[in-house]
């Protein structure tokens, strides 16, 4: 069962707004908005695998440096996100073995 924007973990929010002060800075007042969609929108986002999803509406044309500038501060929240979960995951996987070797799973 995945979870929504109501529902997901808190690190789901902290990366959103993150990106939007990102694309704030960086728009300044070419952003018309940042919206939430796919597995995260629908209900069916799943914090273990699933990505965020986002559309962002901008007023005119981006030049190229600005576009190569969005690709760069998206890679680098992705890479954050990404790692943070790789972290949960061991994390969890450590402590399911560590319960495992004192008889409790």
Not at 50 to 78: F, I, N, Q, Y
Request: aromatic share 8%; proline share 3%; charged share 20%.
């Amino acid at each position: 069962m995945g979870c929504n924007w109501e529902t997901c973990p808190r690190e789901v929010h902290e990366y959103s707004f993150k990106l939007l002060t990102e694309l704030k800075y960086l728009l300044k007042n070419k952003l018309v908005g940042l919206y939430i969609h796919g597995s995260l929108a629908l209900g069916g986002f799943n914090p273990a695998g699933s990505d965020v999803d986002v559309l962002v509406v901008t007023s005119g044309r981006l030049t190229l440096p600005l576009k190569r500038s969005l690709a760069k501060c998206c890679l680098s929240l992705s890479n954050l996100f990404s790692l943070f979960y790789e972290i949960q995951g061991a994390r969890a996987r450590v402590l399911k073995s560590e319960s495992q070797l004192e008889g409790n799973s």
